[in-house]
Every structure is written in C-alpha cells, then in structure tokens.
C-alpha cells in the first residue's frame, strides 16, 4: 500500500519530531534576555533643585549674633584713655615772630608742633570700615558656607553604575568649589580623593549639577568670588 505524503502532513511530523530542540533553543533565548535586561545600568533623574530653596533657608536661620571678646574690649578702653591723656598733655608752642633786623628771618620757617604731627598722621590714615560691619560680612559667610555644605549633602547621590553595585566603595571626598557673587560655579577640583574614581567623580558630577544662590549683599566684603571646601561622605546606607 503507497502512502503519499501531502506537504501540510509533512510540517506537522517535522515540528512534532524537532520539539525537544526548539523548545531548548527558546529557554536558552528567554534567559539571555532576562540577563541582559539585569545587567544595564539604571538611570535616574539627577535631582534638581531650584535656587529658590537656599534663597529660603537664608531668609529664615537667623543671623549669629558675634559677640566681642571681654579683652579686647578693655584693651580699647585702655588705648582710648591713652590717646586723651596724650591729647590734654600736649601744648602747642608759641611760635616766635621773627625779628626785623634779623636778615634770616625769612628763611626760618616755624617748628610743628606735636599737634599738628597728630592731625597730619590722622588725615594720612585711610579710614577702615566699622568692626560692627565687618562681623556682621564674618557672620553672612559663615551662614552662606553652612547652607551651602547642607545643600550639597542634600543633592548627594551614591553612584548606581553595575560597578559600584559590585565594589562597594565607601570614602569621602574633600573637594573645593569657586563661586561667583552671583551665584554661578567658576571651578571645581579635589583636594583629597576617596581612593575611588566612582565617587570622586560622583562628586564632580554633583556640584556641576548644582545650583547656587547669590551671595548675601554684605557678606565676603571686596570678592567678586570666594572659595569654599568641604568634605562628602558616602556610605552604602547613605544611597
């Protein structure tokens, strides 16, 4: 008896027969992909966060109060009882008309008195601001550079690379920035590195991502920019 083989009945045998194989090849299939879609990086969203909230924060910590020292108190007490008893003791000393028939009389020109050396020292003299100003500019930076630190902290990420995932690595990074009185980021280095290339660069990546407020309108008196150093810690609970 001949059978004939119709070419439907033939595919149907050759998928029935190859089964194992097939069925295999696409296990093999299915776990490459899941294994490549585990090991690409994640992204995030670097945060950003608007100047507007240091602007609030400066606003609202109140301005330390610096209080002056008990000595240097007394010692200007001390120095402005001096400068008055100097002041009563001197005398001016009359000056001698010259006489008529004296033919030298003309040349001789009238001694300074100790007076008028004070009065000339004290108009050579350029006049400093007020030490009242000047600790209140100590004080604004002070306050600047402590919100700033926070704000750094703040905007910190832990590297999400797959080779950080892996080392681990923990260190702080001690780095400088250069700001602007306007609040624009001049340059950015390293002073004392992690030991890791991930983090010191995290931390590059994370100050040029920043953005800076103005400086206060009397603080850091005559700079057009100022420099500040601080130190980021990263951990792996810090992520």
């Known amino acids: 008896m001949n059978h004939s083989l119709s070419p439907s009945t033939f595919s149907t045998y050759w998928f029935y027969d190859k089964r194992e194989p097939i069925s295999f090849s696409g296990a093999i299939v299915l776990c490459l992909l899941m294994a490549v879609m585990w090991l690409m990086p994640k992204s995030y969203e670097e945060p950003v966060i608007a100047a507007t909230e240091m602007m609030a924060l400066l606003e609202n910590m109140p301005v330390p109060q610096v209080e002056k020292p008990v000595e240097k108190r007394i010692e200007e007490k001390k120095v402005e009882k001096k400068i008055e008893k100097v002041e009563n003791k001197v005398v001016e000393k009359p000056v001698s008309a010259p006489l008529v028939n004296d033919p030298f009389a003309e040349n001789v020109s009238p001694t300074p008195t ?29 306050k600047y550079e402590s919100i700033l630190k926070a704000y750094l902290e703040k905007i910190k990420r832990y590297p999400s690379s797959r080779e950080a995932r892996l080392a681990r690595p923990e260190g702080i990074v001690r780095v400088w920035l250069e700001l602007s009185r306007t609040g624009e980021l001049i340059a950015v280095g390293i002073l004392e590195s992690s030991g890791f290339n991930l983090l010191d660069s995290e931390t590059l990546k994370t100050i040029r991502s920043g953005t800076f407020p103005a400086f206060p309108e009397d603080a850091f008196l005559g700079e057009k920019s100022h420099k500040f150093i601080t130190n980021l810690n990263y951990t792996i609970t810090s992520n």
């Open 114 to 142: 100790k007076q008028n050396k004070t009065e000339n020292q004290t108009a050579t003299t350029p006049a400093s601001p007020p030490n009242q100003v000047i600790q209140q500019a100590v004080a604004l930076g002070a």
